[in-house]
């Protein structure tokens, strides 16, 4: 039986496919009646659902590589740069980052929780803004030098609570899956 964690799965899959991955075109529905509660799902609609999750992933993770690949830049060049240039360290993972595929990381996927009255759709929108989000901090990390990187504190990644309120609302609902929140963003 498919049980509990839906916001853990469903919405830190765009964090996972991190570990490879300007702007995502990645929008993600499941294909499930939006209407349906994710308490209510039948086993072909969690097949459905997670297929659908695990596409969108990959689709986010091409859309935002380069913004992935010098965010991973740049923690490698903050380690660098406590014993050595954290510049060329950056610039070193920021290359092999490019060179390789982006690949969706593996994660479980169980939207099915007991006891949540929030709809797929609800689900849906908290995802997709959470990525819209993710997005716009993934931009800007792309949009700048290694260089620039290491010697400013980008904006978008500052802090402060970039939660999307459509995910706030769904915390709400899903009491019992709160604790777990995987909400894709870099701050918050």
């Known amino acids: 039986m498919h049980s509990n964690n839906i916001l853990k799965t469903l919405l830190a899959t765009p964090l996972l496919v991190g570990a490879l ?14 209407t349906k509660k994710a308490s209510e799902l039948s086993d072909a609609d969690v ?46 993972t920021v290359t092999a980052c490019e060179a390789a595929d982006a690949t969706a990381g593996a994660s479980t996927c169980t939207p099915k ?3 949540c009255d929030a709809t797929i759709a609800e689900i849906e929108a908290c995802y997709n803004d959470s990525m819209d989000a993710l997005s716009k ?15 400013k504190t980008s904006s978008g990644a500052a802090g402060g609570d970039t939660t999307p309120q459509s995910c706030k609302d769904l915390a709400t609902k899903c009491p019992s899956a709160a ?9 918050g």
């Open 179 to 187: 604790a777990q929140v995987g909400i894709p963003s870099l701050g």
């Open 47 to 92: 097949t459905a659902f997670c297929d659908a999750a695990k596409a969108t992933a990959l689709d986010f993770a091409k859309d935002n590589k380069a913004g992935f690949c010098k965010l991973s830049g740049s923690l490698a060049g903050a380690l660098g740069a406590i014993g050595g240039d954290g510049t060329a360290a950056c610039e070193m």
């Open 113 to 115: 929780i007991d006891n």
């Open 21 to 34: 991955a300007c702007g995502s075109n990645a929008s993600f529905s499941s294909g499930v009646d939006g």
């Open 137 to 151: 901090t993934l931009d800007e990390f792309g949009s700048q030098s290694c260089s620039d990187l290491l010697t």
